[in-house]
């Protein structure tokens, strides 16, 4: 089940924060060397707008594939972060998700769904609000999630049994928390938290 700790010295797994990795294109190379804008990602996404990173290299460079496959021209690159020591103890709300279950399936639903279709969500949200930091399994990257998810997008109403076989396949064959994701949503200290220390260009491209 989901859970708001208040400082990341109170996170299960330490060692998933020592180096954080995000997957980009070199199209959007110029603006994260200015720095990071946690603005620019939809809304849509599994944890809403914000800046997502992994503990995973792998799910940052398959993220950083997928970028630059939609942006023709483009290649793919890994930013790789270290967390900032210094804000283990500060204060903020941190939702996390240990496990793919209810309480996960219903905050990303809650994301993904038109606002018309959320009340008819067999799993609700039970999160609501804002969030500055946020953990747990990705669903973008299971193709289960999005067919069920793409029911909503052709204005499909989603069944009760749709939510609950997705539940139990995503239970059953999801790789984590070797595949995970932060996403960093407070944009007054993110750019302090997180600080770049490579950059590295995929299939041995070079950036001009």
């Known amino acids: 089940m989901g859970e708001i ?5 109170k996170f299960h797994d330490p060692q998933r924060l020592e180096y954080l990795y995000h997957g980009t294109s070199s199209h959007f190379f110029p603006s994260l060397l200015k720095g990071i804008d946690s603005s620019r990602s939809q809304a849509t996404k599994d944890f809403g707008q914000g800046f997502y990173v992994s503990s ?25 972060y ?12 941190i939702l996390v998700f240990k496990e793919p279950d209810e309480d996960w399936l219903g905050f990303i639903l809650s994301n993904k769904c038109p606002t ?3 009340s008819r969500l067999h799993y609700p949200n039970r999160f609501p609000g804002y969030h500055d ?3 747990g ?28 076989l997705l539940l139990e396949r995503v239970s059953a064959g999801f790789d984590f928390p070797s595949n995970d994701q932060f996403v960093f949503k407070n944009q007054y200290d993110v750019n302090s938290m997180l600080t770049r220390t490579k950059i590295t260009v995929l299939k041995g491209g070079h950036l001009k």
């Open 5 to 9: 700790i208040n400082t990341l010295n």
């Open 56 to 80: 995973s290299y792998s799910v940052a460079a398959s993220n950083a594939q997928k970028a630059a496959n939609r942006n023709t021209g483009s290649l793919p690159i890994v930013f790789t």
């Open 82 to 93: 270290k967390l900032n020591p210094a804000y283990m103890n500060n204060r903020y709300s």
């Open 116 to 118: 018309k279709e959320k």
């Open 133 to 135: 930091i946020i953990y």
């Open 137 to 164: 399994p990705l669903a973008d990257g299971f193709p289960a999630f999005m067919a069920t998810v793409k029911k909503f997008e052709k204005t499909n109403p989603i069944t009760e049994t749709d939510q609950v």
